[in-house]
T-cell receptor, first 114, second 109 residues
């Protein structure tokens, strides 16, 4: 089954404790992206990747890191989480370097930072 | 700056028709998308418009007017399962997606 898989789905952590949210897709998509979604603000892009070893900042990259060592994986790293990073996070992927726009989303990871 | 406007919330009756509007101001335009998002779930793709006019797909239709910076999503024969948020997004000149905040649609019996 074609899918984007994120883990963990739910996480409660404390300020400053490094965490990684994994994202994996099995559709051989070149484009991958991370979003956060907060009430009233819609989806905001954190980082995106056009292909292996190519990553770029989105609209809200501060406090986050990513890597793209393999085509299928695109982990999101919070080196020192803070309460303002409490949010719902979505990983998404799509075909092509100028992707068609039909993004395939993971189920989301709800993160709470205390 | 780039901006996409949608109503925050709309209410409609089961079996009726509802139109969700989206206006955009972006640096360039390479297409407009509508996604559906049920509460607590991931967004799923509904439609893509790049040329002016109406695209129909079953009970859902999407319209685009590039000269007016305007689109709407039309949902017919509303069902309770259509209760969701509807997200409008535009591809700008750099093929980056600019997202609206979404419209929460409430369907009443």
């Amino acid at each position: 089954e074609a899918q984007v898989t994120q883990n963990p789905r739910y996480l409660i952590t404390v300020t400053g404790k490094k965490l990684t949210v994994t994202c994996s897709q099995n559709m051989n998509h070149e484009y991958m992206s991370w979003y956060r979604q907060d009430p009233g603000l819609g989806l905001r892009q954190i980082y995106y990747s056009m292909n292996v070893e190519v990553t770029d900042k989105g609209d809200v990259p501060e406090g986050y890191k990513v890597s793209r060592k393999e085509k299928r994986n695109f982990p999101l790293i919070l080196e020192s989480p803070s309460p303002n990073q409490t949010s719902l996070y979505f990983c998404a992927s799509s075909f092509g370097d100028r992707h068609t726009g039909e993004l395939f989303f993971g189920e989301g990871s709800r993160l709470t930072v205390l | 700056g780039q901006n996409i406007d949608q109503p925050t919330e709309m209410t409609a009756t089961e079996g009726a028709i509802v139109q969700i509007n989206c206006t955009y101001q972006t640096s360039g335009f390479n297409g407009l998308f509508w996604y559906q998002q049920h509460a607590g779930e991931a967004p799923t793709f509904l439609s893509y418009n790049v040329l002016d006019g109406l695209e129909e797909k079953g009970r859902f239709s999407s319209f685009l007017s590039r000269s007016k910076g305007y689109s709407y999503l039309l949902l017919k024969e509303l069902q309770m399962k259509d209760s969701a948020s509807y997200l409008c997004a535009v591809f700008d000149s750099n093929y980056q997606l600019v997202w609206g905040a979404g419209t929460k649609l409430i369907i009443k019996p």
